[in-house]
Structure formats: structure tokens, C-alpha cells
């Protein structure tokens, strides 16, 4: 495939347009004075001062298309994609709720199969949550709290700076589930030490003050992944599509469009590069150094002999969160309290 081709099919691929309307949500939801709201849209989970703690919040639902042809890793991608919001904001899991929603019995039951091997796997409990036992479709919706230690060791979507390393760190030791052709799993199959290290490694680069910015690999592949975190830090970056770690038996389009079930990309000084490289490394997990971030609002990538402009904010979104889009709203009464 050309690199033309492949931008073209990343551009459109259902992964990155589907992130098209969290804009309309951002613009629709009031806000509320807050000086304890940290940063809110735009990153892999709320962040909240209370006290001397930091908490980090989010959610997820899983797609009709996964439940579909996977109701087992339906169930269990419902844990993991939570704990990897965690994971990203260099955060420590604590604990979740679920949204349960049953049509077919024998369907939900294989869900919360999944649910329950993933939460034994990593050790993050359900405390609770709701059941709609007679609806007319089945789905699974979770929400998790997590903690950081503290101000400085949140790991922010928004901060690239310019001149930073593109980092992309994913497990290459994994399969595609049947019926399930861009999720790549690589933690199912794994005993619970190997990836409750894994999952923890970002909670170790963010205590070091390694990273600058960083999101886990979601739905939109590594490059729209990235293409997320470079918009709402208001830059851009020229990505070696060449550099990319990747399994040499997978179709490379495949890959970069793929969920990863442990996956990060990273912006960060290039002092640090290897120390973030060599920790994730520690845990099986491959990384390196793939391009540079820039002040061009425009991501492009490169195979050493052409470029192609992948995404240009200037002039188009993923998600519309610009910069200063996920920051506290502490413009308004910062004396309102409940």
C-alpha cells in the first residue's frame, strides 16, 4: 500500500471519523465553576484535586459491533479499556461500576464471563452499578475511579511540547480474537503478574516525570491516537511510519489501525526517551522513538523517501478538543461549593 492509500484509509477509518461528534457534547454539556477540576475533555480521564488527592474518573462503552461477534471479550475489553484511562494519566486503578444492559441472557452471561477474567487478571473490583434486565438490546457500559500521587505526576493529554520524542510502545506477543480482526489482544493469555506490570509501567514513567504527555492506543489505531493527542495539545509532528513497532506477520494498515491491548503513545524530552523505552521493555512491552513533535498543527507521515499530510487541525478535527479545551473551569466563582 502506498503511503498515500494509507493515510487516505486512516482518515477514514471508522476508528478516527466516529470521534467526529464528542465536539457536539463538548459544546453542549453546561459548566461548572470548579478550581478542583484539573482537566476534564480531551484526555483518557477527568482529573480532580480533592484534598491532597488527585482522582481521575472515566468511562466507556463498548461498541454493538464487538458485542456482536465477541460476546466474551466484549465483557472483557469493558475492564481493560477502563483500566488503560487509568493507565495513561500515569494513574493507579481503584476501583469501577457497571451499566449491564440484557436482551439475551446467553449473551450477557458470556459478557460477564469476560468481565470477571479480566477482573481477576488485574485485581480492579466492580462495586457496583445497574441492570436493565429487560431491554431490548445488550450492551456493557463501565465507569472507573483511579488516583495519582499527586499534581505532578498526572500524565496530561494536552501538554505535547515542541520538540519532543514520539514515542509508540506496544506488545507485539499478541492475536486477533476470532471475529475481531483490529483489536489486538495481548493480555488474555497472559498470567496476572506479567500484565498488572505492564499496566502499571505508565503509573512508573509518571512518577520519574518522564513523560510530558501521553494516551493509551484506543479505537482509532496508534496514529489516530496520536493525531488525538497532538490536536488537543494545539501541535503537530512528522511520525517514520517505518520506525513503528509491529509484528512482521500482520498487514501494516491492519496494525496501525488496531486496538492495542497495551499500547501508549508518548511525547516526551528526548533526554528520556530510552529510560521510558527501557521500562516498558522491562515489562514486554517493544517501544521507540518514531518522529517529533512540531508546532505545524499538522500531522504527517513518512516512509524516508515520501511524506503525506495525515491530519491537518488547522483546518479538520478528530475530536474538536482544542487546547485549553480540557482544563478546570476556573475562570468562573471559585468559591461555589457544595
Known sequence: ?????????????????????????????????????LASYGEDAAVVEWDDHILLLAADGIMQPLMKANPFFAG???????????????GTPIAMLDVLSVKEEKVCAQVMKGMEA?????????????????CTYNAIDVAI????????????????????DVIMVMDL??????????AWDTTSKKDAHTVRKQISTMN???????????????????????????ETSGKGALVDVTKIPAPKHIEFAQW???????????????????????????????GAVVGKVDDSRVLSITD?????????????????????????WNTLDKDANW
Not at 477482573?119 to 452499578?129: A, D, E, T
Not at 506477543?173 to 483490529?182: F, I, K, V
Not at 494516551?215 to 493525531?227: A, E, M, R, V, Y
Not at 523517501?305 to 478546570?328: A, M, Y
Open 304 to 328: 524516508g523517501d515520501e511524506t503525506e499530510v495525515l491530519f491537518d487541525f488547522n483546518n479538520e478535527i478528530i475530536t474538536g478538543c482544542k487546547p485549553g479545551s480540557t482544563h478546570g
Open 1 to 37: 500500500m502506498s503511503l498515500k492509500a494509507l493515510a487516505e484509509e486512516i482518515r477514514n477509518f471508522p476508528g478516527v471519523t466516529r470521534k467526529h461528534t464528542i465536539s457536539e457534547v463538548i459544546n453542549f454539556f453546561p459548566k461548572f465553576s470548579s478550581l478542583k477540576i
Open 173 to 182: 506477543d499478541g492475536y486477533y480474537p476470532e471475529g475481531l480482526s483490529l
Open 145 to 164: 475511579v483511579g488516583f495519582c500521587e499527586d499534581k505532578d505526576s498526572v500524565i496530561f493529554s494536552h501538554t505535547a511540547q515542541t520538540g519532543d
Open 204 to 230: 512508573k514513567v509518571a512518577r520519574k516525570h518522564l513523560a510530558h504527555s501521553g494516551k493509551d492506543i484506543s479505537n482509532p489505531g496508534c496514529l489516530g491516537t496520536l493525531g488525538m493527542m497532538l
Open 256 to 286: 496501525v489501525k488496531s486496538y492495542q491491548g497495551c499500547g501508549y503513545v508518548i511525547a516526551c524530552d528526548p533526554e528520556n526517551s530510552q529510560a521510558i523505552i527501557d521500562l516498558f521493555a522491562s515489562s514486554g512491552v517493544t
Open 76 to 90: 472483557y475489553y469493558s475492564i481493560l479499556v477502563n483500566l488503560h484511562d487509568i493507565a495513561a494519566m500515569g
Open 118 to 134: 479480566a477482573i481477576n487478571k488485574f485485581g480492579v473490583p466492580i462495586v457496583g452499578g445497574h441492570t436493565h434486565p429487560d
